[in-house]
């Protein structure tokens, strides 16, 4: 199939245009073990609006993914926090929390990944940031 330089242009950017297609370098988290990944499983008292809280959790910090899904949690969510357990820590215990109403977020689980398999990932906003601003005692300031 003889498709022009033109038309895959044009092709690629109704993509772009209507939101179907995003295109963005990953990074292997096998490669980069100053990076820190977790797993978050978040218990919620949403009444019927896990999905606004994980939109919400999404446009955080450090924070790759949130999903709302099936099981013993309600939202999942990914994230990645170049630093310290600490930052994770900050990132688990206060922004996460935050991005809900009070009394919202009931109960939260943090998984680290130890050790994973094909995880390529774009980094959230706050990992390598030239514009991190740090406290006095050099801890990247969470926002």
Request: neutral net charge; proline residues 5%.
């Amino acid at each position: 199939m003889a498709v022009s330089v033109p038309t895959v242009r044009m092709r690629l950017r109704n993509l772009l245009d209507r939101n179907l297609l995003k295109i963005v370098g990953l990074l292997n988290l096998t490669e980069r073990p100053e990076l820190i990944s977790a797993i978050v499983g978040i218990n919620a008292q949403g009444r019927g609006r896990a999905r606004e809280l994980a939109q919400r959790i999404a446009e955080l910090p450090f924070v790759n993914s949130a999903s709302v899904v099936t099981g013993r949690f309600d939202i999942i969510v990914d994230v990645t926090v170049a630093g310290d357990v600490a930052d994770l820590y900050r990132v688990t215990s206060e922004l996460i929390p935050g991005a809900g109403e009070p009394g919202e977020v009931v109960r939260s689980e943090t998984f680290v990944v130890m050790a994973s398999c094909n995880k390529w990932v774009s980094l959230p906003e706050g990992c390598w940031s030239d514009e991190t601003k740090r406290d006095e005692t050099g801890r990247k300031e969470m926002p």
